[in-house]
Each structure stands twice: as C-alpha cells, then as structure tokens.
C-alpha cells in the first residue's frame, strides 16, 4: 500500500507543476526595433522588423514615428519596451536646433 500511496503522490505532483506552468503568462521577446529621432515631430531613423511584414510607414526620416508603430502593431506586433533618450544639442548631427530626443521602441512581430 505505501507503494501505491507514493505513486498517487508523485503523479499529483507531476499535475500540480504541469497546471502552474500552463498558468504562467508567455512574455514577448523583442525581435523589432523602431528607432524615432527628433523634437516635436519624430522621424523614423532605423526600422528593422522580419521581412513579411509591410515596412513602407517606417521607410524614412520624413516620416513620423506614430503612423509607423501603429502600422506594425496593426499588423501584429506587440510593444514590448520603450527606451527614451535625450540628445544634447553638441552631440546632434540633425539639422533641428535644441535639445533632441530619441526612443526606442522594441517590438515582439513574432507568432505565438
């Protein structure tokens, strides 16, 4: 009987880990990055996102970051992090006068 007892409890253990893991949230990797650079209205600088998704919001620095983000995001990705940074006006090589910001959107395009 203690044989029996002991196996009943390490099958319950073994139900009891699979449910907590299957519990547990899946969280998004980065595998995109949009880099937007400017004052007031920010333009894409970099856009490297896998090749079957439609780049063509993020293709230029005349083009502003939101429309680009809501693009890839309108097509499945998912923003993981935002980094933002301030560029001081000695260190900027654009042509805007002032203080420069930058962020840096990470975006998980992968399927799940």
Known sequence: ???????????LCFVLIGTVAAGIPH???PDSIVVCVGGEGMG????????????SECS???????????SLENQGCEIVDLVTEFIPPLFSSLPQRGVQQSVTVQLS???P
């Open 27 to 29: 969280q998004p990797k």
């Open 44 to 55: 894409v600088t970099t856009a490297t996102v896998p090749l079957s998704i439609d780049r």
């Open 60 to 70: 230029s620095f005349e083009q502003s970051c939101s429309p680009c983000i809501r």
């Open 1 to 11: 009987m203690s044989k029996q007892r002991i196996l009943m409890i390490v099958a």
């Open 109 to 111: 395009c992968e399927s």
